[in-house]
């Protein structure tokens, strides 16, 4: 069993940046891949970000590509998202979720974090 905690939200202006961070406990955290997802009031949850066990291999939705780098660090069992260039339609709570596979598929993955909210004001 895993478990996944998210940190780092908050409130920021248009063209800021955060860093999120998803610490991992529970299990070997460098055989999951490790992917973000948001949701915004009113939406469904959608990808955002994951990244290969080994960190080797990211993709990106194409909403945040240029903008949004996912990264890890096996030896810390945290995963990471560092968000630039934050506009107003970022505005969602941020979750980190792990799976046993590649993939963009909600449904996939078996672990979740609680979610950590991030505000962008215009």
């Known amino acids: 069993q895993v478990q996944l905690v998210e940190s780092g939200g908050g409130l920021v202006q248009a063209g800021g940046s955060l860093r999120l961070s998803c610490a991992a406990s529970?299990?070997?955290?460098?055989?999951?891949?490790m992917g973000w997802f948001r949701q915004a009031p009113g939406k469904e949850r959608e990808f955002v970000a994951f990244?290969?066990?080994?960190?080797?291999?990211?993709r990106s939705a194409d909403s945040v590509k240029g903008r949004f780098t996912i990264s890890r660090d096996n030896a810390k069992n945290t995963a990471y998202l560092q968000m630039n260039s934050l506009k107003p339609e970022d505005t969602a709570v941020y979750y980190c979720?792990?799976?046993?596979?590649?993939?963009?598929?909600?449904?996939?993955?078996?672990?979740w974090g609680q979610g950590t909210q991030v505000t962008v004001s215009s």
């Open positions: 990244i290969s066990g080994g960190g080797g291999i990211t």
């Open positions: 979720a792990a799976a046993p596979t590649l993939t963009q598929r909600l449904s996939a993955y078996d672990y």
């Open positions: 529970g299990g070997t955290f460098s055989r999951y891949v």
